[in-house]
Every structure is written in structure tokens, then in C-alpha cells.
């Protein structure tokens, strides 16, 4: 990630400061600075609204990220309370919970996790999913024990499916392409009107382009890592069906 970082960031900063090493040699210092008074606050307006918006993207992003963290953790701890609930019922019965759950965690690791990153659902994770479904209305309640389990296995259950599908809709991303290239569009824009600015010497001119995109491109790049939660550098991990595994007493991949 650091690696990737250092290339877009510094990458941005290379082109501006050459940027506005051209413009400096194009158009005199003097000529520029006349118009400071009237360039100043039209840049100070513009700038803010640009910030305005990509901090709502980052908070909008940085949320989206953290709830599919957090779903795959609801998710994944259903499937210990389900593998123990079906301990109180007949082997069969048994058996199949435990393997569908077993089943499931394993090809939810190893399949659908890698597919996620292209917004795919893995079909060994699918077919579990409708074994476990198919299971739970076919199982055969005797004992108000039995009852009382029964009733928290359908709960998690349908906790299982429900936080798939999020997961699922998650592994999507959240910001449209037209609303990028608005946010690319405007970052330039806010670039180019600064490199018009005019400085006594060109270094001085030079750090401030440095510093405005380092913290445009860091801002962009950062956004677009978060609004793919599960591909890239920064991406959720399926540690908690792994915890999962480990609690069913299984080894984990």
C-alpha cells in the first residue's frame, strides 16, 4: 500500500509542479499577481466547496467500509450458534447443521471472498446457503427444548442470509462513475487555478502545487480504496469466519 501510495501521490505532485514550472515560464510573475485580490477569494470559495465534497464522499465511503467490516462479523457469528444449537436434535439432523455451517464458513474463505473484490457471489456459498434453508423447514421439533433452539436457529438463519446479501451489495461500489469523474474533474480544476497564482519566486510557488496535490490525490486515492471494501491494500478481511471455524472446532484455510 505504501508503495502505491508514494506512486499516485507523488505521481500527482510531479505533474503540478511541472505544471506550474510551465506556466512560470510562460506567463510573467508580475502579470499574475496583479490580479491576486479578485483570484484569492474566487480560489478560497472554490476550494471550500471542493473540500465540502470530498469530505462527504470520505465520511459516506469510510462508513460504507465499516459496516461491511462489521456485517461480515454478524454474519460469520451466526454460524457457531447455529452449528451448537443443532446439538440437542437427532444425529441427522445434526450432522447436517454442522456440516452445512462447517461447509459454508470454508467456501465462504476460500471461494467467495477472492470474487468479492469483482462484486461476485461464489456458487459453493450459494448452494450452501439453500441447503441450510431447505434444513430448517424440514427439521422436526419434539421437546420445548427443541423448540426454544429451533427458534434461535431460524434466527440466525435468516441473520446468515440477510448479512450476505449486504455483504454481497457491499462488495459493489457506493460512489457512481459520473460523481468520479466529477471528483477527478474538480481536483484538476482546483490544481490548474492555483498554478496561475503568482509568487515573488517559483519555489515558494512550487510547494504550495506540491502540497495542494499531494493532499487532492492522497484524498481521491484514499476514497477509492474505501468505496471497494473488499479489493485492495486496506480491503476487509475474512478473519471472523476463520474465529468461526476455529469455534466449531475446525481448522481454519
Known amino acids: 500500500m ?19 514550472y510551465l506556466v512560470d515560464r510562460a506567463i510573467p510573475r508580475e502579470t499574475r499577481a496583479r490580479y491576486h485580490d479578485v483570484s484569492g477569494h474566487f480560489f478560497a470559495a472554490v476550494g471550500a466547496f471542493y473540500a465540502i465534497l470530498v469530505a462527504f464522499v470520505v465520511v459516506a465511503v469510510w462508513e ?67 441447503r441450510m434453508r ?56 482546483v490544481i490548474g487555478f492555483a498554478l496561475f497564482f503568482g509568487t515573488p519566486t517559483f519555489l515558494p510557488h512550487a510547494l504550495m502545487i506540491a502540497v495542494l496535490a499531494s493532499l487532492v490525490s492522497a484524498s481521491l486515492y484514499f476514497t477509492y480504496l474505501m468505496d471497494h471494501p473488499f479489493r485492495g491494500q486496506i480491503a476487509v478481511t475474512p478473519d471472523a469466519f476463520r474465529t468461526a471455524l476455529v469455534q466449531m472446532g475446525q481448522t481454519p484455510p
Open 134 to 189: 431447505r434444513a430448517i423447514v424440514s427439521i422436526e421439533v419434539e421437546t420445548p427444548r427443541q423448540e426454544a433452539l429451533y427458534s434461535a436457529m431460524i434466527e440466525r438463519v435468516n441473520t446468515i442470509n440477510t448479512t450476505r446479501r449486504e455483504r454481497l451489495n457491499e462488495a459493489r461500489p457506493s460512489v457512481p462513475r459520473f460523481f468520479w469523474v466529477g471528483l477527478v474533474v474538480g481536483g484538476v480544476l
Open 64 to 130: 460504507d467500509m465499516e459496516s461491511a467490516r462489521r456485517n461480515t462479523y454478524i454474519e460469520a457469528n451466526a454460524l457457531p450458534g447455529l452449528y451448537f444449537a443443532a446439538t440437542d436434535f437427532p444425529d441427522k439432523d445434526k450432522r447436517v447443521f454442522q456440516e452445512i455451517s462447517v461447509a459454508y464458513a470454508r467456501a465462504v474463505i476460500t471461494e467467495e471472498w477472492p470474487l468479492l473484490a469483482s462484486g461476485q457471489a461464489g456458487p459453493q456459498v450459494e448452494d450452501a446457503a439453500k
Open 2 to 20: 505504501l508503495w502505491d501510495t508514494l506512486f499516485v501521490v507523488g505521481g500527482a505532485i510531479a505533474v503540478s509542479v511541472l505544471a506550474a
